[in-house]
Nanobody
Framework: QVQVVESGGGLVQAGGSLRLSCAASGSIFSINIMAWYRQAPGKQRDLVARITNGGITNYADSVKGRFTISRDNAKDTVYLQMNSLKPEDTAVYYC?????????????WGQGTQVTVSS
């Protein structure tokens, strides 16, 4: 089994910064993609950014130039540096990990961390 735990959310003023962390643990053989999603009240969960084990990144258009995703493969940890935050970035941020344990690759989710940006 794989556990995924996020940290680093909180309340920040518009224009401020936050750094989210997400650590995967358990019987992990390898991790392919690590990603951040977010879900605002009444809306669907959307991809924010993702990074492959080779370091290739993709971002939602709404966060390009403001957010940076990175990972530490030795620690099975992914980070999301969020700068120039806007009120519309307010959401619960979820970490998603595509990992292989005993069998094939599976998708695992964290419990989410709240990010609130005040105007």
């Amino acid at each position: 089994q794989v556990q995924v735990v996020e940290s680093g959310g909180g309340l920040v003023q518009a224009g401020g910064s936050l750094r989210l962390s997400c650590a995967a643990s358990g019987s992990i053989f390898s991790i392919n993609i690590m990603a951040w999603y977010r879900q605002a009240p009444g809306k669907q969960r959307d991809l924010v950014a993702r990074i492959t084990n080779g370091g290739i990144t993709n971002y939602a258009d709404s966060v390009k130039g403001r957010f940076t995703i990175s990972r530490d493969n030795a620690k099975d940890t992914v980070y999301l540096q969020m700068n120039s935050l806007k009120p519309e970035d307010t959401a619960v941020y979820y970490c998603n990990v595509v990992a292989r344990t005993m069998g094939s690759f599976r998708s695992y989710w964290g419990q989410g961390t709240q990010v609130t940006v005040s105007s």
